[in-house]
């Protein structure tokens, strides 16, 4: 017979003693991105199956008379992109940098997977939708060292997949038009990057473990939800088992990995080095958002002959802030052309790199204080999963034995 359930199930989640409050809804941002994703699943697996089918890409002709429409539409405002042969791929690129958030785990790993389980996901959806509502419903145990994730726009990186976009259709251009709008971009995103490194001096609160917190949170009341359905309503056969079974074991996989991840001794050098690394690309982006400005800077300014190429400009930014690059300007500069950069240099240089590097210690300890509880969230939806698979497997002995 199979082990009773709920009460095992039950006993191994804590009550956090708080009145129960119901989890606030998503917001714009957060179903617009989830459409994206559903949209560019589709569109991906509809393009994969017409190809298929018919043995050519028959969206090919729609997708280029598109592209033509806009570029005209570019033209005819003075905003002709100076290489248009790119102009799909840069907009594939910005697409999935946004819908992403140019975060390289959503975008290398988060979609991919989910556009091949897209059809699995359907079918997670349509076998559980009364588990994921009563999920998505149940309210939550009030506890106000709880923390709460904020979502904020994703400024950073639309800027990012702007610029990147510029950089292909603009980059050659000398036009004043598109190298404003490529300085604007870069400023914005430069000073936004500058304000947020001031955070990277303080210690690490609940607010940086949010993302975690609530991915474990979730975890356990899935669990807790799955354990009730098959309570309330047992499966009938032993395809139902075996399929329940898969996806679960597919979805809880990555709560496994996490405990593995940040356990012992190696996690502890794992942290170490995620915290190293978080710094380092940190201070790439911010150096590079400066030089890059600097560099859209010049060649708005100097509109005499000859014109500053992008390459020229950018090498001129960028002997400021690396003292092994050191070349004659091949035209006149303004005289903030030399002292901006070279101040920019120092200030990063100086008031960014010691304090933020006198801090790393701190957030390292930080950062495996605060994941310790974390961990046994993820352990706690683990043990849970044991548990239902346990009662799963003695359903399916009971089926085999008639």
Wanted: hydrophobic share 50%.
């Amino acid at each position: 017979m199979a082990q009773p359930l709920p009460q095992s199930s039950a006993q191994l989640v804590p009550s956090s003693g708080g009145p129960p409050t119901q989890p606030p809804e998503p917001g714009p941002l957060a179903r617009l991105k989830s459409w994206a994703w559903r949209f560019t699943a589709c569109y991906l697996w509809v393009h994969w199956v017409l190809s298929r089918e018919y043995g050519r890409d028959i969206l090919a002709g729609s997708e280029h008379a598109t592209g033509e429409w806009v570029v005209t539409h570019l033209a005819s405002v003075g905003y002709a992109p100076t290489n248009v042969g790119v102009f799909p791929v840069v907009f594939v690129v910005i697409w999935f940098l946004i819908i992403t958030r140019l975060s390289p785990l959503q975008l290398f790993v988060g979609f991919p997977l989910y556009l091949i389980f897209a059809p699995i996901s359907v079918l997670f959806s349509l076998i559980f939708r009364k588990t994921l509502k009563a999920a998505r419903e149940k309210p939550a145990q009030n506890n106000s060292q709880s923390p709460v994730l904020k979502k904020r726009f994703p400024l950073v990186p639309l800027l990012i997949a702007l610029i990147i976009g510029w950089l292909l259709l603009y980059g050659g251009s000398f036009a004043k038009g598109p190298n404003t709008v490529g300085c604007a971009l870069s400023g914005g995103l430069f000073l936004i990057l500058a304000y947020r490194a001031l955070g990277k001096t303080s210690r690490m609160d609940e607010r940086n473990m949010a993302v975690l917190r609530v991915w474990a949170t979730r975890g356990i009341l899935i669990m807790q939800n799955l354990s009730k359905q098959v309570v309330d309503k047992p499966p009938k056969s032993k395809v139902e088992v075996a399929t329940s079974l898969f996806i679960s074991r597919l979805g809880l996989s990555p709560f496994r990995r996490v405990r593995i991840i940040f356990g012992g001794n190696r996690g502890k050098n794992r942290i170490a080095m995620i915290i190293l690394g978080e710094y380092i690309f940190f201070l790439f982006l911010l150096a590079a958002s400066a030089i890059l400005f600097w560099a859209f800077a010049l060649k708005v300014a100097v509109t005499s002959q000859p014109l500053l190429s992008l390459t020229a400009a950018l090498t001129i930014s960028a002997s400021h802030f690396l003292p092994a690059i050191n070349i004659p300007s091949p035209t006149n500069l303004p005289w903030w052309g030399q002292f901006g950069p070279a101040l920019t240099s120092w200030t990063l240089f100086v008031v960014y790199i010691g304090p933020v590097s006198s801090a790393l210690p701190m957030r390292q300890d930080d950062f495996m204080k605060r994941i310790a509880p974390i961990q046994a969230d993820f352990t706690l939806a683990v043990k849970l999963w044991h548990i239902y698979r346990g009662f799963m497997n003695g359903c399916r002995r009971e089926f085999m034995k008639m």
